[in-house]
């Protein structure tokens, strides 16, 4: 494993993607030990693109991979990109994935690329995978994970190392006037920036480097080696031009501080020659310094602030306008003062985060519906329910009677649901510290999922008239659906008694009138769940000590909380929906060849702007008579 560029995290297990849909434990399992070609942003249609090679391993926690450059112009470039922090993230092309529920299980990495869509709002596959079934599918995987350059970290650090070992041991051959004229000129700041910014040490572990490396202008061979096998020259070679003048800066500012001292012993009393600091100009020297005492002042109390900017802040403010003075910077209509030597805010995440609701549920619903390739759905009964289907008694002579039943039937057809931006080409050029394409996708998937998940549930909640409504004789809502298909209970409750406790006695009446398949699962807004955990004994102890007790006693399979149910009404009958019972199994969503979820991309030339569509043709229903229960009560109660 030593002989790679860098590593990274190929894809992590259980990882949820945006879309509800989870990596699971050795889904990937078939590649570990493989070589695979590592490439440019997934464009494997081209031979320029390949960069070199990544050698992958199956870890507990995912697919991790060791990354090796070509000696190509692209895999040098590449290279370059990674080592200054451009690049920072992995992704996966795979195929053959299969899919079961919301679980991804199984999968054949192809190819792992470097990409600009690094620090995801979250992990996202940009593929189309049917949801409920086993597929064979191929796929983009994203994980947002860092790099990690190995090598080049520790050969950094060997170099600040030394450099602030340097630095530290010349100061010590300084006596004590010399150490007061260093820090005066310098302050703490020009070591402890050495130390900060490139070993991220604290500053109480400076002394334990010195020691570490003890010197080392007095440990050096007879070859002029230091302990690492590296001499000073060696060192100093490998150093940034930014590191190479702060070092001379100091030790040339040291070699003056010992000249100043032999002048003023040959001088006596006279005229005393003061060399300028190597960081002056003549014709601009600054007078007014901020004093060392000041310094350690603020120092000491930038742990108290919080800060060093808030330190000198207060330190500022104590002193008054006579402190601008002291400092030379003073803020005005132009300038805000000290406040602007200070770094800029950065990001957290490169890429913005989504406020957004808990979508997990929309994964569980997705997931568990029945799928038929076909959208136009037709569904017949006949209901023998009444008395004229019974079998009769026969009394001989009498007439025989024939059997009379009704033949139901319905038809449901399918309506285009979809989702629409656009993005000005100049924008996707200029924002470079992540892939705006690709969050882009991510979210109109994400939203355009929640969206059916919703519509199957309880409608849109748009009015009848509104042009942009997913009508009910398409995507038929479990919570409007006709009394043949869904049980309509209102919510009772006794005088006295508690609302949650009204409606778990609703929920276990209603029970004995549910046809549907199995063990049915209970949706419900997050509301009304802590209401039912939260029902207490006479005692004063709580009477269901887990979701798992409360969905027990309920008679349902598990409890799954729906944001968008709170509040959901059902309009023509001026009702507010509280839960719903159903076995998903007994939704229909069908969907004809090419009306499955599909990403559509156009440029507009008159106006430079770069359109993208996702959409999808379908149609819902419950397919099986009273399999399904819908507890509501009236809206204004």
Known sequence: ???????????????????????????????????????????????QNILGHALLENRPEGVYAYCKFNDTPTGKNAKMLVEHGDVTALSIYANQLKQKGGNVEH??????????????????????????????????????????????????????????????????????????????????????????????????????????????????????????????????????????????????????????????????GGEEEMKHNVFENDNNKQNNTLSHADME????????????????????????????????IKPNAESEGISM???????????????????GWVAQVMGAVHHTPFSRIKSMFADIREDEARALGYMKGDLKKEEVFSLLKRTTDPQ?????????????????????????????????????????????????????????????????????????????????EERAKGFIKTCIR????????????????EEMLVEMLLLEDKNGRVIYESEQALARALRVKNIVTVPVMEGAQNLAKDKNILGIVVNLKDYNVGADKGGAVAMFEDFDIDYNAQKYLIETRCSGALVKPFSAIVIEEKANA
């Open 297 to 328: 002042m603020i120092l000491k109390n930038a742990k108290r602030c919080g800060s060093l900017k808030e330190a000198v802040l207060a330190h500022a403010d104590e002193h008054g306008d006579a402190i601008y003075d002291t400092y030379g």
């Open 1 to 47: 494993m030593s002989n790679y560029d860098f590593s990274g995290w190929a894809t992590k297990n259980d990882l949820q993607c945006s879309d509800g849909r989870t990596i699971r434990k050795d889904a990937f399992k078939d590649n570990d030990g493989q070589i695979v070609p590592l490439v440019w942003n997934h464009q494997h249609n081209d031979s």
């Open 510 to 525: 209603a029970r004995k009138d549910y046809k549907g398949s199995g063990e049915p699962t209970l949706f419900l807004a």
């Open 107 to 268: 999968g054949v990495i192809r190819e792992v690329s470097l990409v600009l869509a690094g620090a995801n709002p979250g992990a996202f596959i940009d593929a189309i995978l049917r949801h409920g079934e086993a597929s064979d599918e191929e796929g983009v995987i994203y994980t947002g994970e860092d790099l990690i350059l190995e090598h080049s970290d520790k050969d950094e650090k060997k170099v600040a190392k030394l450099l602030l070992a340097m630095i530290m041991s010349l100061v010590d051959n300084l006596d004590e006037e010399q150490r007061k004229n260093f820090f005066a000129r310098f302050g703490h700041e020009s070591i402890w920036g050495i130390e900060s910014d490139l070993m991220k040490h604290s500053i109480d572990e400076i002394g334990s480097i010195k020691d570490e490396f003890n010197h080392p202008n007095t440990k050096s061979n007879k070859e002029g080696k230091m302990k690492n096998e590296k001499t000073v020259q060696d060192v100093v070679d490998s150093m940034t031009e930014e590191q190479k003048n702060v070092m001379y800066a100091l030790i040339g500012q040291a070699l003056e501080d010992k000249a100043v001292e032999h002048s003023n012993i040959e001088n006596n």
């Open 416 to 496: 285009t649901i979809y989702k629409k931006q656009k993005l000005h080409r100049d924008d996707v050029i200029d924002i470079t510290s992540f892939d705006v394409v690709a969050w882009i996708k991510a979210e109109m998937r994400m939203m355009l999922e929640e969206e059916i998940a919703r519509a199957i549930l309880i409608g849109d909640g748009r009015l009848a008239d509104d042009d942009n409504k997913i009508q009910q004789q398409h995507i038929r809502s479990i919570a409007n659906e006709d009394p043949l298909f869904a049980i309509h209970k209102d919510l009772v409750v006794a005088e006295g």
């Open 341 to 359: 030597l200070f770094p800029d805010y950065k990001n957290l995440n490169n890429v913005p985060e989504f406020i957004k609701r808990d979508t």
